[in-house]
C-alpha cells in the first residue's frame, strides 16, 4: 500500500499542507525544526490514532488553533480509499472512511505503518512500558481488533484499580462518605474480567512475540552484521513455573492463561490489597531484550542499542508484509544522521524495495544513493516538491525553492468542521462488557483488514493506556552522536 496524498490543517507547524506522494522512496528534507517529522507524525497518527512522540493529542493541534484535521488517500490493490480524522484535545476524536463518518477505531488497518524514529531508542533504554507499547501497537497494525481489547483492559484495569484502592485497610480513609468497603465478591467479579481480557491480551503478545523472534534475529544480523545474537525473553506476572514457561517461549491458550492470572491474583490478593494496585496482568510485564548473554538495557553501547531498536521496528515490517501479502508504509524519521556510512548503506538495502518508504534527514547527503527517490524541501509550514529535479541540492536543503505543487487530483478537501457523525464517548459499561470478540486461531495468519466488517471494537474515546503510552512523554533525550563501537 501507500500514500498517495496528505492533508493537514492545523496539524502541528502547518495552519495547512497538501503533499502529493507517490510509491516508492520520497525523503523529506530540511533543517532541524521545520517540520519533518511533523509531516510523518501525521501520516503515522492516520495508521495507529496515536503519535509516536507524545501520548496526549493536545500537541497535534497547532497552536491557538481548537481541532487539527489529517487526511490521507491510500491506495492499496489499485483501490483508494480516504481516511479522515480530526483531533479535538480532551474529546474522542472524528473520523470518516471515504467520506462516511464511523468510530475512528474502524479506520485502523486502512493505512498501516511501520515508523522508526530516534525516540525509539525508548525501547530498549526505557521503561516496560515502552515494550508493552510496541508489543500492542503491533498486535493492533497486524489486527485492528486487538485495539478493542486493549481498550477494555485498561478500562477494567481502573475499574479494579480503584476497587482495591477502596478496599485497601490503608487507604479506606480515602472512600468517599460512608460507602461501605467493597465486599470480597465484588472484587472476585473484577478479577474475573481482568484475568480473562489480560489472558487474552497475554495470549496475543506471545504469540506475536513466537512469530516476531526469528524475523528480529535476522533482523539484528542484517542491521548490524554483529557477534551476538539479538533475544526477547516475555517476563510475565504470572507465578513459578508458569512463569517459567513462559520466559523459555511456550505459548499457553488464552483459557490457561486466564487461569494462571487468576491462580497469582489470588496469590497476591493481600500485597495488592496493601498496596492498593493491581500487580498482576499483562501491564506488569516486561519484554527483556538481551544480547547474547547481557541484558540490552544497561550493557549494550549506544551504536547496539540503536541497531536493537532498528531490528524491532524492521522485524515488525517484515511481519506485517508477510501478514499482509502487502507492504506496509516504512517511515525512517532522522535515522541515517545517527549511522555510521557503512550502516547506512546496509540500511539502504533494506529498505529500497518497500512499496512506499518515507525518509526524513536534516543532510540530503546522509541518506545513500541507493534510495534516491522523490526529494521534497521542507520549510517552517510548507513542504515543496521536486528538488531531486535539480542536481547538486542536496547538500543545501534550505535552499528556497518556488514551491510548485504536482497534485493535480488533489481531492477536494471539505471544511473541517464538515466531518459529520456523532462523537463517541468512553461509554462502555466494563461491568457488563464482555472483551471484544474470542480468541482466534494460533495458526491463523491474521492481518485481515476488518473495516467495514463491523468486527473491530467499541470506541476510542481512552487511548492513553496502562500498556505505555503514559510513558511516551517521559523518554530520555536521544543522544545525537555518531557511534562506531559495534562496528568493531
Ligand atoms: N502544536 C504546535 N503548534 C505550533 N507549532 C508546533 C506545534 N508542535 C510543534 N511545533 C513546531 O514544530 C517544529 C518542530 O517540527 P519537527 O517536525 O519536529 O521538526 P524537524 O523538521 O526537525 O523534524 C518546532 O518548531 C515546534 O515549535
Ligand atoms: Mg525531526
Do not use: C
Request: aromatic residues 4%.
Amino acid at each position: 500500500m501507500y500514500l498517495r496524498h496528505l492533508s493537514l490543517g492545523d496539524f502541528r507547524s502547518y495552519p495547512s499542507a497538501e503533499v502529493a506522494l507517490e510509491p516508492g522512496v520520497s525523503t523529506l528534507v530540511g533543517l532541524n525544526g521545520v517540520g519533518k517529522t511533523n509531516l510523518v507524525e501525521a501520516v503515522g497518527y492516520l495508521a495507529s490514532l496515536s503519535s509516536h512522540r507524545v501520548a496526549q493529542d493536545a500537541p497535534l493541534v497547532r497552536h491557538g488553533a481548537e481541532r487539527a484535521i489529517v487526511r490521507g488517500a491510500v491506495v492499496r490493490d489499485g483501490r483508494e480509499t480516504l481516511v479522515e480524522l480530526e483531533i479535538v484535545p480532551g474529546r474522542a476524536n472524528r473520523a470518516r472512511l471515504n467520506r462516511t463518518a464511523l468510530r475512528p477505531r474502524e479506520v485502523l488497518g486502512t493505512l498501516r505503518t511501520v515508523l522508526f524514529a530516534p525516540e525509539d531508542l525508548a525501547l530498549v533504554k526505557g521503561d516496560p512500558g515502552d515494550r508493552r507499547r510496541f508489543l500492542d501497537d503491533l498486535l493492533v497494525s497486524r489486527q485492528p481488533r486487538w485495539a478493542g481489547v486493549r481498550s477494555d483492559y485498561d478500562k477494567i484495569l481502573r475499574q479494579r484499580n480503584a476497587l482495591l484502592r477502596a478496599a485497601s485497610p490503608a487507604r479506606g480513609s480515602r472512600r468517599r462518605g460512608h460507602e461501605p468497603a467493597p465486599t470480597p465478591e465484588t472484587l472476585e467479579v473484577w478479577d474475573d474480567h481482568l484475568a480473562l481480557v489480560g489472558g487474552q491480551l497475554l495470549y496475543a503478545r506471545l504469540r506475536l512475540l513466537r512469530d516476531l523472534r526469528p524475523l528480529l534475529r535476522e533482523a539484528y544480523q542484517e542491521v548490524s552484521a554483529a557477534v551476538g545474537e539479538a533475544r526477547t525473553t516475555y517476563r510475565s506476572s504470572l507465578e513459578g513455573e508458569a512463569a517459567a514457561a513462559v520466559e523459555d517461549g511456550e505459548v499457553f491458550t488464552p483459557e490457561e492463561l486466564r487461569d494462571l492470572l487468576l491462580a497469582a491474583m489470588h496469590a497476591r490478593r493481600g500485597n495488592e490489597l496493601d498496596r492498593g494496585v493491581s500487580l498482576v496482568g499483562p501491564h506488569r510485564d516486561d519484554l527483556v531484550l538481551s544480547l547474547g548473554d547481557l541484558p540490552a538495557k544497561g550493557y549494550a553501547s549506544h551504536g547496539e542499542s540503536w541497531s536493537f531498536a532498528l531490528a524491532l521496528k524492521l522485524a515488525a515490517y517484515h511481519l506485517l508484509r508477510h501478514d499482509l501479502g502487502d507492504d506496509p508504509v516504512l517511515i525512517l524519521d532522522d535515522v541515517f544522521a545517527e549511522l555510521d556510512a557503512r550502516r547506512r548503506t546496509r540500511l539502504a538495502g533494506l529498505v529500497a524495495d518497500g512499496e512506499q518508504v518515507l525518509i526524513t534527514a536534516a543532510v540530503g547527503d546522509d541518506v545513500p544513493e541507493a534510495l534516491r527517490g522523490a526529494r521534497f524541501g521542507v520549510r517552517p509550514g510548507h513542504v515543496e516538491v521536486g528538488l531531486s529535479s535539480v542536481p547538486g541540492l542536496d547538500g543545501h536543503p534550505s535552499l528556497d525553492l518556488d514551491a510548485f505543487d504536482r497534485d493535480e487530483e488533489r481531492p477536494a478537501a471539505p471544511p473541517a468542521d464538515s466531518l459529520v457523525g456523532p462523537r463517541t464517548e468512553a461509554s462502555t459499561d466494563v461491568s457488563t462488557g464482555e472483551p471484544t470478540g474470542e480468541p482466534e486461531d494460533v495458526t491463523a495468519g491474521g492481518g485481515d483488514p476488518t473495516v467495514g466488517t463491523g468486527a473491530v471494537g467499541r470506541d476510542v474515546a481512552d487511548d492513553a493506556s496502562t500498556t505505555g503510552a503514559a510513558h511516551r512523554e517521559g523518554h530520555e533525550d536521544h543522544e545525537h552522536r555518531p557511534d562506531d563501537e559495534d562496528a568493531r
